[in-house]
């Protein structure tokens, strides 16, 4: 046998094919009918050839990679790391079009609350698992009450430029995440990283510096937008707090922005880093699908929406008192039930300020990260989140606490992607890997026409659209799901597809990923989000060439949001992928495990 399998070595696919078929005996035979499909088993025959040599010299590979301090080229070869993908000689350009980079989440306290950059040896482990699996980088949380931690502009970047220096040696790219919130009190929060003592302290003496609902309770997990332009913070508003954090951010790692290491800056907006109001959240006993609650009522945003009235010639409005509890379901609250308020004058005059306050909220910050970062070779990045609960219901209530005014006859979310257009932002999503199946049927949820508004809404505002996934999954269907979303029109042969996503990351890098199983299905999936190409270094090759950053382009009127609020029937969506990731990994897994039997 063994004879037989080295004299087919070097084959072209008939011969590969017959190499697996003079497996047969090893199969099981269930996988034989399946050994037609090309686009399956390719990595399959790399594999077995892999086993073959390794049968052949009776040995495996090992890497050792010296980490270096400072940004520069990467010293990382492929003869260092053989199982490492390398670019070949050719690719196929035209399907190479439909390559999506994938990125990982990295955890969130890899930088510790004392600015410490623990446990390095298993980072660097980690990451070269990444890197062998073609990943093209990751995403990292780099935390303001981490690093402005010990007094304004006292800024301490030095455990996160060690943490680059070995996401750059280990051959990723890098896509970093101004976190001006705090960590802990959400879904996956692992750890506690509070904003910095001294805004913390300050709010000791003015807590309406901190969202608040109508029962009076604060949530200290961000500042509310009601101080934006406040100079409360030693002289600084709230909006110079953020701006001179990424001044300082681009100042200290200018030599990795130059080394192209970094390629986005995706800037926290608001809780979990995204552009809401902290409408759900678990610390003050909201649980899914409960229906959150609005979160302005802190002296300053009272008094904006009271002028706001008073000049619509409505002094007698107030902000709602009649909109329920965190937990409680939309048809049991006077605001959100059936002809509730939110269909009033009163209630769509409270919306429409409500919503408009966050999209300038986040303008007004994209606005100072563009000077920041103007003429970086960076893109600017927004998260929004994926409320897909009770999207099935009329008022769409959870959304609507969130922020997003969004209903069946009103887009609330392509006046966001019209605004992110203004600064060359990427969109980026959330619940991408989330089907309606997999919901509860009370809770009305929606995600996949969620998504479906969402993309739609920003490829027609000609934006970048990039996503993620909510919540961590390592089975087929979520990962399906996502390659789904990142070309809902399946694979172009003839070049780029019509829609593509701009890059998804994944939620999130841990020891459970990296399990054998679920780190195998993983890398298909990767596989799959690259078109079945091999990684690729060059981002030009598959049209993610970055230039350096414009200037933000002017400002837009309130009709030119308004006029986005129009609804516009999303981009046909495919049953699903054309580029799946099958049970079928788990049949190889055995099947690989039987070939290494002959070896022994």
Not at 99 to 119: A, C, K, R, T, W
Not at 211 to 223: A, I, P
Not at 274 to 297: D, H, K
Not at 375 to 389: F, Q, T
């Amino acid at each position: 046998m063994t004879s037989i399998i080295r004299s087919t070595q070097g084959g072209c696919w008939g011969s590969d094919r017959l190499r697996l078929r003079l497996y047969g005996s090893v199969f099981d035979p269930a996988v034989m009918p399946l050994i037609d499909r090309v686009e399956s088993l390719q990595g399959v025959i790399r594999k077995v050839k892999r086993i073959e040599a390794m049968g052949q010299t009776g040995r495996s590979n090992y890497v050792d990679v010296t980490k270096f301090p400072k940004a520069g080229t990467s010293k990382l070869s492929t003869d260092e790391m053989p199982e490492a993908p390398t670019a070949p000689s050719t690719y196929n350009e035209k399907i190479l079009a439909n390559y999506v980079p994938v990125y990982v989440m990295l955890p969130l306290g890899v930088i510790s609350n004392d600015n410490v950059f623990e446990d390095q040896p298993k980072m660097e482990k980690q990451l070269k698992e990444l890197r062998a699996a073609g990943v093209d980088g990751v995403m990292v949380d780099v935390w303001w009450g981490i690093v402005e931690s010990k007094g304004p502009k006292q800024y301490d970047w030095s455990a996160y430029r060690s943490l680059f220096a070995l996401v750059q040696e280990c051959g990723l790219k890098l896509q970093a995440i101004m976190s001006f919130h705090r960590c802990g009190g959400n879904v996956g929060d692992e750890v506690t990283i509070p904003l910095p003592r001294w805004v913390l302290d300050i709010g000791e003496t003015d807590p309406d510096i901190f969202y608040t609902n109508r029962k009076g309770n604060r949530n200290k997990e961000y500042l509310t937008i009601g101080v934006d332009n406040q100079p409360l913070f030693d002289g600084r508003t709230a909006v110079q707090l953020y701006s001179d954090y990424m001044k300082s951010f681009r100042e200290h790692m200018s030599d990795f922005i130059e080394a192209g290491l970094i390629i986005d800056i995706e800037v926290g907006l608001g809780p979990a880093g995204e552009l809401r109001y902290p409408s759900y959240t678990g610390t003050q006993g909201w649980v899914f699908p409960g229906i959150g609650e609005f979160q302005c009522y802190d002296k300053y945003l009272e008094a904006e929406f009271k002028e706001a009235a008073t000049g619509a010639g409505h002094p007698e409005w107030g902000l709602p008192d009649n909109t329920g509890e965190y937990n409680d379901t939309p048809g049991s609250t006077e605001f959100f039930g059936l002809n509730g308020t939110y269909m009033t004058e009163k209630g769509k005059f409270f919306l429409t300020w409500y919503s408009n306050k966050l999209i300038n909220h986040g303008d007004e910050i994209l606005d100072e990260a563009n000077r920041a970062f103007l003429g970086c070779k960076v893109k600017l990045a927004a998260k929004v989140a994926g409320i897909h609960w009770w999207y099935k219901s009329p008022s769409h209530a959870a959304e609507l606490t969130s922020g997003y005014y969004n209903l069946k006859d009103r887009d609330g979310y392509r006046p966001i992607a019209r605004m992110l257009s203004r600064h060359y932002a990427i969109f980026n999503f959330t619940c991408l890997e989330m089907r309606d199946s997999e919901q509860r049927a009370d809770a009305k949820c929606g995600p996949q026409e969620l998504v479906q508004q969402v993309l739609s809404g920003g490829w027609r505002e000609e934006v970048e659209v990039a996503g993620e996934n909510a919540l961590s999954r390592y089975d087929s269907n979520g990962y399906n799901q996502m390659l789904l979303n990142a070309r809902p029109s399946g694979i172009s042969r003839g070049g780029l597809p019509k829609q593509i996503m701009y890059g998804v990351t994944y939620l999130r890098l841990s020891d459970e990923l990296l399990k054998d199983k679920n780190f195998k299905i993983f890398k298909t999936f990767v596989k799959k989000m690259h078109a079945d190409q091999d990684y690729c270094a060059d981002l030009g090759m598959y049209n993610h060439q970055i230039g350096p950053l414009e200037r933000s382009k002017p400002k837009l009127v309130m009709e030119d949001l308004l006029e986005a609020t129009k609804p516009m029937e999303p981009f046909p969506w495919g049953e699903e992928t054309d580029m799946k990731v099958d049970d079928f990994d788990g049949v190889l897994a055995n099947l690989i495990r039987k070939l290494f039997s002959l070896f022994k």
